[in-house]
């Protein structure tokens, strides 16, 4: 196994739309219940990486075998220094430590961008992902009762965070982010 980080392109969307697909449909840490398709996740990658923002594969070889990416964490220009983080790994690939290597090189990606907060929302409190999340620094900041419903029952959403680089004790850099 040769595992490996790199930036995420339009190539990689038929691999990310199956990643994803079968979280949407066998699991709950995400609240989509119809998998997007393949030219929606090439959307969703010129989106994410149009802004500038870090969306990551992890490749065994020349597979992806998991994706992660940042986005600012609201519409409105005062978030503009806070992200929310996505982080999906093949369901036959979980437990190897490719979260890990991706969150580790996420976090990175979206301080060198000019993030100074990353947020994790943690659909159906999947603990796999709150223990990834707190085994990188992230602490719990909030948790909201019965947010969605799938899988036949009512889901709790966790919110994680964590400061990138300087965190709130100074300023941000303007340039560094849109």
Known sequence: MTLSVGRATVDDAAAIAAI???HVLYGTATYEVVPPTEAETT??????TGRHWPFLVACDDCEVVGYAYATQFRDRPAYAYACENSIYVAHDRRGGGIGKMLLGALLEAAETYGFRQMVAVIGGSEPAS???HGSSGFEQVGRLTGMGWKAGRW???VYMQIALGGGTASAPHPSNAD
């Open 20 to 22: 994803y697909a079968h």
């Open 130 to 132: 709150v223990a990834l």
């Open 155 to 157: 889901l709790d959403t």
């Open 43 to 48: 959307d969703r990658i010129l989106a994410v």
